[in-house]
Structure formats: C-alpha cells, structure tokens
C-alpha cells in the first residue's frame, strides 16, 4: 500500500481527484477509516468539544494534541496525518517550533495552524526548519469569542476579499494545505482556483479541492450539536465502516455537499 504524502495530495489537486479528510482521535477508528481508504487523518482540537463536552476548542493543550496524534499514528498505515497546534501554542515563532516539534515527534507529519497575515513569520519558520505546515481560514474556531459565535465568515465582499488575500500569503509564506472552514461556496472555489496547493473545505461547499469532517458528525453521535453543513453518515447506513464508504464515495463523485450542506 502506498503512503499518501504532501506530493501524493498535490498530485490529487492537478488531476482533479477529489481529497478525502475525516478528524481521528484514537488508533481504533484511525486504522478503520485508513483500511476504507481515507486520505487524510486530522487530529483536530475539535477532540475538545467531542471528546471532552466542552463548548469550544480553547481549554485543549499541546500535550493532548500530543497524546492523540501518537494514537491516530499507531492506526494508520496509508493516509496522511495532520495535527492541529491548539490555542495559543503559536502564538510566537519560537513556542511554535518548540510545540510543533512535540507534535511531529508524536507521529504528525504536517501541523495546522488557524489564523492569516500574523502567522506569516512562524510559517516560514517552521517549513524552513523542516515542519511542513497547514493554514486554516474562515472560520477558525480558536477565535470563537471574537466572532462572537460560531459563525459563517466571508459574507460581505470586504470579508471575502480579506480572506482570498490572506490565503495568498498563507502560501507565499510556505503552506502547503488550506483548510477553509465555514465560508461561501463562491469563495471557496475562487480560493481553490487561485491556489496552487490543495484546498480541503469543511462547510465551504463542494469546489474545494476536498472535504473533511468531524467523524463524530459524520457519524452523527456529537456530543453537543449537529452544524448545518455536516451530514449524517450512519444513519443513512447502519453501520460504521458503510458509513465512511459512503462519506469516501459523495465525496470523491462531489455529492457531498450538496447546496442543503453548504453556504451562498
Ligand atoms: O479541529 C478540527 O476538527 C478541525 C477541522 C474541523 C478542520 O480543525
Ligand atoms: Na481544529
């Protein structure tokens, strides 16, 4: 079985094969959604509200991060492992190396980062000593209270401007994956046109270069709500790995999302 890398990805983005994401936590569901054949594995901070009830991802740390990237990493044998940095663990260049290091020493082979233009030093540093990095705009969920909720960005043209130029920099400064979360599907897609790097969307409609999901919304069992743009996978199937066949399959035919799913 070949391992999906960084060049695998951007291979999958100039033949127009669409990319398959799901978070992972723990090895068990990690190594289930690697034998269907997903393409990435997040370990995302989203672990928690879903796996510890919170309200949002703030209270997560460098040594949970850790923890579950270590875990999802014993599962996996085929997919690409992304880590997320959580809260004000990057907040300057040097605590970003220092913490990027734990998770890339956890078995993460690229760190994902929320936020635009302020993060444009760190990324630069991080890929020149060697951490390959992944960017997050939108709706980057670490800035919950400044939005004042969890809400769609990039409505008003101002908005969408701001975040295509941003995008732009993210990559001049070095990312080599964009993660875009909650934001119009026209953006999404002008974003993923104008980048060269591959383009996963969550809640951004169904002209990115891929999707990811949440599994517990994929599966439909979160703990606190169920977002607009997720779909529920198992309900559908009655059976786990159905279920992730199923999210693989609309994904890669580009079903999933449907308008119901997505924004305008
Ligand atoms: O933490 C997470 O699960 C994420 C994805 C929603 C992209 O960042
Ligand atoms: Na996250």
Not at 134 to 144: A, F, M, N, R
Not at 176 to 182: A, G, K, S, T
């Amino acid at each position: 079985m070949k391992k999906v890398t960084i060049s695998t990805l951007l291979k999958m983005k100039q033949e127009k094969q669409l990319i398959t994401a799901l978070t992972a936590y723990d090895a068990s569901f990690a190594k289930l959604f690697d034998e269907q054949g997903i393409d990435l594995l997040l370990i995302g901070d989203s672990l928690g509200m879903v796996l510890r009830g919170d309200d949002d991802t703030l209270s997560v740390t460098i040594e949970n991060m850790a923890y579950h990237t270590r875990s999802v990493r014993q599962g996996v044998e085929r997919a690409f492992v992304v880590a997320d940095m959580p809260f004000m663990s990057y907040s300057t260049p040097e605590q970003a190396y220092l913490n990027a290091a734990e998770l890339m020493r956890a078995g993460a082979s690229m760190v994902k980062v929320e936020g635009g233009a302020w993060l444009l030093e760190t990324i630069k540093g991080l890929q020149e000593r060697s951490v390959p990095v992944c960017g997050h705009l939108g709706l980057t969920p670490q800035s919950v209270h400044v939005f004042g909720g969890f809400k769609v960005q990039g409505r008003d043209d101002l908005q969408a401007e701001n975040i295509l130029e941003q995008a732009k920099q993210l990559e001049q400064a070095g990312i080599q994956l964009l993660v875009l979360e909650c934001i119009p599907t026209d953006l999404a897609e002008q974003i993923s046109l104008a980048l060269s790097i591959p383009v996963i969307g969550i809640g951004a409609g169904a002209k990115t270069d891929g999707q990811i999901l949440v599994m517990h919304d994929m599966f439909g069992i979160s703990a606190n709500y169920m977002p607009k743009f997720s779909k529920n996978y198992l309900s559908q199937t009655g059976d786990i790995r159905k279920a992730v066949q199923q999210y693989i399959q609309e994904v890669q035919e580009g079903e999933f999302p449907s308008a119901e799913h997505s924004f305008n």
